[in-house]
């Protein structure tokens, strides 16, 4: 895929910000099947220098279930249709699909002295910004990564360090069918209440336009560079 041929912008660090950080672009790449998005980031990464920019992606997946190095094959229950792609970042098994917000960071986390568990916690923590932005409350956990609304699983996350690198990310449900979820057990865990963003709000066409809109900006906040107005 030719990244270029999507919307991108640069970030703009912080001017009140006291460290130097390095470029960030910002790439929205609408809906795509999974495969040759996750080869393009694991390609990036193996390939990258310490000079490269690092990026964001938010994009969609088409349907597929993906399974993180730890997956058990039991957390599958009846895949159907929708395949069943084996990965390479952390947890279990989990559900892409059309309405379904994903942001994948691809960062150089040893430029920025990031540690996994840093990292988590500033997705988390954009995450639960974005959702109070909708007047959503919702909370973390400390051993089950990802965003919660009255325990019921509204985000997932699973990362992959790699030669200094960061890449894969989290998925935020907003306005999706989710039903597929029903045929997996949810990052592992049995029985797991799943909710979307359009729950809890009422749905419309640009409800996904303005989540993602939001928490790119959180994303941006929490790694040191400016809020933008990005235009439609």
């Not at 730890?70 to 599958?76: F, M, S």
């Not at 959503?136 to 992959?160: C, E, F, H, Q, T």
């Not at 449900?173 to 039903?179: K, R």
């Not at 209440?193 to 359009?198: G, R, S």
Request: proline share 5%.
């Amino acid at each position: 895929m030719i990244l270029s041929s999507y919307k991108h912008f640069n970030a703009e660090p912080k001017k009140d910000g006291n460290q130097i950080l390095p470029p960030l672009v910002i790439r929205r790449l609408g809906l795509q099947e999974y495969e040759p998005i996750w080869k393009s980031m694991r390609y990036l990464v193996e390939q990258a220098s310490a000079a490269r920019n690092d990026e964001i992606w938010l994009l969609s997946h088409k349907p597929v279930f993906t399974q993180g190095l730890a997956g058990k094959a039991k957390h599958i229950l009846n895949p159907a249709e929708i395949p069943v792609v084996q990965i390479d970042r952390g947890g279990q098994v989990t559900y892409h699909g059309p309405g379904q917000l994903v942001v994948y960071l691809l960062l150089n986390v040893s430029r920025r002295s990031l540690g996994v568990r840093d990292l988590v916690d500033l997705i988390e923590k954009a995450i639960i910004q974005t959702l109070e932005e909708f007047d959503i409350a919702a909370s973390n956990k400390a051993k089950a990564p990802g965003v919660y609304v009255n325990d019921a699983k509204i985000a997932a996350l699973g990362l992959r360090i790699r030669k200094g690198w960061s890449y894969h990310g989290m998925s935020l449900n907003v306005q999706m069918d989710l039903e597929p979820f029903s045929r997996i057990n949810p990052c592992g865990f049995e029985n797991l209440a799943v909710t979307q963003i359009a729950d809890h709000v009422p749905a419309s066409d640009t409800l996904m336009q303005k989540v993602s809109k939001v928490l790119s900006n959180k994303l941006l906040s929490e790694l040191g560079y400016s809020e933008t107005n990005e235009s439609d």
